[in-house]
């Protein structure tokens, strides 16, 4: 298995302010993956974090509003941008275990927007 | 893109009966098959998965079914117990790519 830890489990912000979650990984990873879940909803991939590129992002995210590092095997931060009240969410890092196939979740970033 | 379908949305089960949660994807190159508990307030926790090699899949009271030729895949939960109450997701997944997910099965098992 992984064991998948995110900084900060939750916070609340103002509007126009930016935070940056920080997601770590116990075992070195190739892809890392970060998610959007909306309150009630399921969760939607808003890019794919490889180590040495630019991240990848889904249709309808884009790399200003959610920068992504991927300073190396395992570690990757994403950033909620110009906050409004609709980027409450929580947003899950994920990443694949040793056997690079099964896949893993963090325990989210819940983040509420006033 | 691939498209993960779920149901039922709801499900509620006396405490002892079997449940039984249904998704349906559309890439017939997807491959790894997961199925997820999300209890309130934390992260999705993977229950049990599956590959396209294989057909069926138990872990004690948990099993999970596939049916490459129609493209669904099932999750079966025995002898369910009131803590087995969660919001339960399917997803698909094409080799090197990321996870599709349906929309989710909220399970209430009644004692």
């Known amino acids: 298995s992984a064991v998948i830890s995110q900084k900060p489990s939750r916070d609340i912000c103002q509007r126009g302010t930016s935070l940056t979650i920080q997601c770590q990984v116990d075992?070195?990873?190739?892809?890392m993956f970060w998610y959007r879940q909306q309150p009630g909803q399921s969760l939607t991939l808003i890019a794919t974090?490889?180590?040495?590129?630019?991240?990848?992002?889904e249709s309808g995210f884009v790399i200003d509003k959610f920068p992504i590092s991927r300073p190396n095997l395992t570690f990757s931060t994403l950033t909620v941008s110009n906050m409004s009240p609709e980027d409450s969410s929580i947003y899950l890092c994920s990443s694949p275990g040793a056997d690079q196939e099964t896949q893993y979740f963090g325990p989210g970033t819940r983040l509420l927007v006033l | 893109g691939e498209n993960v379908e779920q149901h039922p949305s709801t499900l509620s089960v006396q405490e002892g009966d079997s449940a039984v949660i249904k998704c349906t994807y559309s890439d017939s190159a997807s491959n790894y098959f997961p199925w997820y508990k999300q209890e309130l307030g934390k992260g999705p926790q993977l229950i049990i998965d599956i590959r396209s090699n294989v057909g069926e899949k138990k872990d004690q009271r948990i099993a999970v079914t596939l049916n490459k030729t129609a493209k669904h895949f099932s999750l079966h939960i025995t002898e369910t117990q009131p803590e087995d109450s969660a919001v339960y997701f399917c997803?698909?997944?094409?080799?090197?790519?990321?996870?599709?997910f349906g929309k989710g099965t909220s399970l209430l098992v009644t004692p």
């Open positions: 997803a698909a997944r094409v080799s090197g790519y990321a996870l599709n």
């Open positions: 974090a490889n180590q040495g590129s630019e991240a990848t992002y």
């Open positions: 075992s070195q990873v190739t892809m």
